[in-house]
């Protein structure tokens, strides 16, 4: 009986979309005073506005505010009112600072309304507004990441490339931050290609703990995106299905590496009171993030399709 355990090699297929949605605002807050906004033109902050998304930002594509208005006339702009630059938050959020001309002495919350922010996205000059498709500058086919001993073999395959200059190669070891391993340059001509285009790197990495990888794809612009993470066990670590942090907290996220490179499962994520609180039929990836499990115990089952074989992992979630 083919035995219900993790290979060394983590291997996963992959298709990312050529585009993705440009997230548009889900709330904001207005905060009256400067702090720490710069000056312009001898103009100092009025106060910041503070935008939640419906969607992840990413760093490199913070949007514009391009106006403000009442909730009331949403097609007529407040005069005399501009913002600054958006600073990313770790929360997710964005800060903006504005400011108010001379002939509008009101600040934004002085006008006791709602308000409608006109948000764009810069995309190598155009506008875009919210909702819209960015197209990503590099699809990715195939992204793997396997251990040989003190080795971690980095493999990933582009479908098509377009305006890119290269990759950087991060990984996060336990509960550290990321770090840059190298910078591998494209194979693309100019930055193009509509061909497939195969990379590899190879990591020395005698850790005993599990190790994430994750690319930064750069542009020729400095713009970038991320892939999909994949995730490799420690040095000397037994083949066996890993759940870390373990115990987490309570809104954290739990990752999963499960036994099998290939294969389907069914995943159920049981309580105490054995109530199936979450469920994955036929899952094919190695990898699982469980998000924002509140305090107490749970039992992860994996059932493997093929032999019927059953995994119970406990998990432990503590309050913050």
């Known amino acids: 009986m083919k035995k219900f355990l993790l290979s060394f090699l983590l291997i996963a297929s992959v298709s990312f979309a050529f585009s993705q949605d440009l997230p548009c605002i889900a709330d904001y807050k207005i905060s009256n005073g400067g702090g720490q906004c710069p000056d312009v033109n001898g103009v100092s902050a009025t106060g910041t506005v503070t935008l939640t998304f419906d969607g992840t930002i990413d760093e490199s594509l913070i949007p514009l505010i391009l106006s403000v208005a009442d909730a009331t006339d949403p097609n007529t702009p407040i005069p005399f009112v501009s913002f600054g630059e958006g600073t990313l938050n770790n929360n997710g959020t964005v800060t903006y600072c504005y400011y108010v001309g001379p002939a509008n002495t009101n600040n934004l919350g002085g006008h006791h309304a709602t308000f409608i922010f006109h948000i764009a996205y810069d995309l190598n000059g155009n506008l875009v507004p919210c ?152 899952f094919t990836n190695n990898n699982l993030q469980i998000e924002n499990l509140t305090a107490g115990l749970y039992n992860l089952r994996v059932i493997l399709r093929e032999t019927g074989e059953q995994g119970i992992e406990k998990i432990v979630v503590n309050k913050n």
């Open 131 to 282: 909702g819209s498709q960015s197209p990503l500058p590099v699809s990715f086919k195939v992204f793997s990441a396997s251990r040989s001993n003190s080795a971690v073999f980095i493999k990933w395959t582009t479908a098509s490339e377009t305006n890119n200059l290269g990759f950087e190669i991060q990984r996060l070891i336990g509960a550290g931050n990321w770090q840059t391993v190298s910078f591998v340059t494209t194979k693309a001509g100019n930055g193009y290609s509509p061909t497939e285009l195969a990379y590899s790197f190879t990591d020395q990495n005698a850790t005993k703990g599990v190790t994430q990888y994750r690319i930064k794809q750069v542009d020729i612009d400095q713009r970038a995106r991320f892939s999909e993470i994949r995730a490799v066990r420690g040095l000397g670590q037994m083949a066996k299905t890993i759940v870390y942090p373990n115990p987490s907290v309570s809104g954290s996220k739990v990752n999963v590496i499960f036994d099998e490179k290939d294969g389907m499962r069914d995943v159920s994520l049981i309580d105490m009171s054995g109530r199936v609180i979450r469920q994955w039929k036929g």
